[in-house]
């Protein structure tokens, strides 16, 4: 016996509508996330003072974000104590030359840069820039940049965000990590990306590219809960390493291992030490300072 047409377009009309509420309740969280390795902004007046006058920049790639782009050309950058060559310059051209590097870079330098948002430079390092047809000192301009997320205005809307606001993000990697103090930046010219320095990504376990879910304020999330749960680590079938500060006896019901060793300074409960008695679980306090 056949369905009627218009019956059948009625419930498929129904199961998506369906789906497009459930998905509206519980909107994909996560974000892609790019690894920004050191590189140079640069003003059109140091471009001149580094690759001769008149001369423009030469398109390598592009990049993720709209109208922004890998140049073909390269400087050396120089501090105190050390010194990076082939240094990438992106474009196009900026009102103010910018040089971005990590935590790291900044100790091969020899200088001690900020955590700043791309754009805010004043008071920062200095740094020397060399090209082929000169040289040049900043006295300002050397920055680590802060992790960030760029969105589009429909994107800040779809996770209910602003510009500006500060969000989590958690990595779900071989090394877990959750980034703190990860701020929302908002435009039209922006396509949804998380930019983070090489330092981040080798913290996190990431190469080239990753993912991230973002989290704000006040949120818990499954993903969050299972790292809270590794707190808990099997060190072997029989001993067992606890983590957290307090252990009662809902802990102690949850642990598979006949002994468990404790941090110094550990509260253990009444009721969790009678329990371990009753199960023949020994505790046992780490030494050391």
């Known amino acids: 016996m056949s369905m009627d047409p218009q019956l059948i377009q009625t419930i498929v009309r129904e199961v998506l509508a369906s789906l497009e509420a459930d998905t509206q309740q519980t909107p994909d969280s996560s974000v892609p996330i790019a690894i920004s390795a050191r590189h140079v902004h640069l003003s059109e007046e140091h471009i001149e003072q580094l690759f001769g006058k008149g001369y423009q920049l030469t398109k390598r790639a592009d990049l993720s974000q709209p109208g922004q782009f890998a140049a073909e050309e390269t400087v050396h950058i120089a501090g105190p104590k050390g010194s990076f060559t082939r240094v990438r310059v992106l474009g196009p051209a900026r009102k103010l030359t910018q040089v971005e590097v990590s935590q790291t870079d900044t100790i091969t330098l020899g200088v001690s840069a900020p ?38 205005p429909q994107d800040a809307a779809r996770y209910q965000v602003q510009d500006q606001e500060y969000v989590e993000v958690l990595i779900d990697s071989d090394r877990p990590l959750r980034f703190q103090r990860v701020k929302v930046r908002v435009s039209d010219r922006y396509r949804l990306e998380m930019h983070i320095d090489t330092d981040e990504a080798n913290a996190a376990f990431l190469q080239k590219k990753g993912r991230g879910q973002l989290i704000k304020a006040g949120e818990v999330v499954p993903q969050q809960i299972a790292l809270e749960q590794t707190q808990v680590k099997q060190v072997s079938s ?41 199960r023949g679980i020994a505790l046992s306090f780490e030494t050391g300072k």
């Open 115 to 152: 955590v700043r948002e791309s754009g805010d430079i004043a008071g920062s390092a200095g740094v020397t820039l060399i090209g082929p047809k000169g040289s040049l000192y900043l006295n300002e301009g050397l920055i680590v940049a802060q992790a960030h997320i760029h969105m589009s």
């Open 238 to 278: 029989e001993r067992i390493t606890y983590t957290k500060k307090l252990l009662t006896k809902e802990d102690v019901e949850s642990l598979q291992g006949k002994e468990v060793r404790l941090p110094k300074g550990t509260i253990v409960t009444d009721l969790a030490k009678d329990f371990a008695r009753e």
